[in-house]
Structure formats: C-alpha cells, structure tokens
C-alpha cells in the first residue's frame, strides 16, 4: 500500500525540541521531493519545509528558518523534520506529502499545496507552557 505516515508529534513546553518523521512504504522516498506543511485551527494549511529530489536541496519558511532541520535518511525511507526551540505559534497539525520537486524558493517553505499530492494522514504539535 502506497501511503505515508507521520510520527512523532506530541505536547512540548516553549523552547523545547520534537522531531517528526514521515515514513513511506509501499514506494521509495528518495525519487521524491518531501513538503512538510502545518495547518492551525482556523488557519490555511501552509508551507514549512521542503527537501528536494535528486539534489536534497533544502527551504525553509521564513518562520522557522534556523529552528527546524529537514533531513532525509533513504535507508530507512523516512524524512526528518527536527524543530528546536519550539514557540506557542508552532502549535498545528503537521502534515508530511510528496511531489516531484519541491516548489521553490518563491512558496513559503519551498512548498505549494498544489503541487503535492500524496499526504500523510498528519500529527498533532502542540507548544504551550
């Protein structure tokens, strides 16, 4: 079965650290670009963070820029999204989703919705002291 599953999410104080995974099955990850979105209650779902395919170039969200790593691991078919020191604004459901390539530098976080079209199911994150 072709799908991808987040993991990882969970409750954090501000300044505190989370690492989300996104695994895949069913397809090999590597061929992939990766779009890591956020959506809060009431909010747009909107670009984080994007790996690419082929050269593993990386974007980030202006918000998030030097908080949080992607990174890619092929062995074990799965994109990290790190985030470090976490702030209340970071609270969302994080979704993971695959596209050819990512979207550029012009989208938030590298990553347009549209061009994406597999997704993860999403994982809950939740900052608050």
């Known amino acids: 079965q072709v799908q991808l599953v987040e993991s990882g999410g969970g409750s954090v104080q501000p300044g505190g650290s989370l690492r989300l995974s996104c695994a895949a099955s069913?397809?090999?990850?590597?061929?992939?670009?990766i779009g890591w979105f956020r959506q809060a209650p009431g909010k747009e779902r909107e670009g984080v963070s994007c790996?690419?395919?082929?050269?593993?170039?990386?974007y980030y969200a202006d918000s998030v820029k030097g908080r949080f790593t992607i990174s890619r691991d092929s062995g074990k078919n799965t994109v990290y999204l790190q985030m470090n020191s976490l702030k209340p604004e970071d609270t969302a459901v994080y979704y993971c989703?695959?596209?050819?390539?990512?979207?550029?530098?012009?989208?938030?976080?590298?990553?347009?919705?549209?061009?994406?079209?597999?997704w993860g199911q999403g994982t809950q994150v939740t900052v608050s002291s």
């Open positions: 989703a695959t596209a050819q390539y990512c979207s550029g530098s012009y989208y938030q976080g590298g990553a347009r919705k549209g061009d994406f079209g597999l």
């Open positions: 069913g397809f090999t990850l590597r061929y992939y670009a």
């Open positions: 790996i690419n395919s082929g050269d593993d170039a990386t």
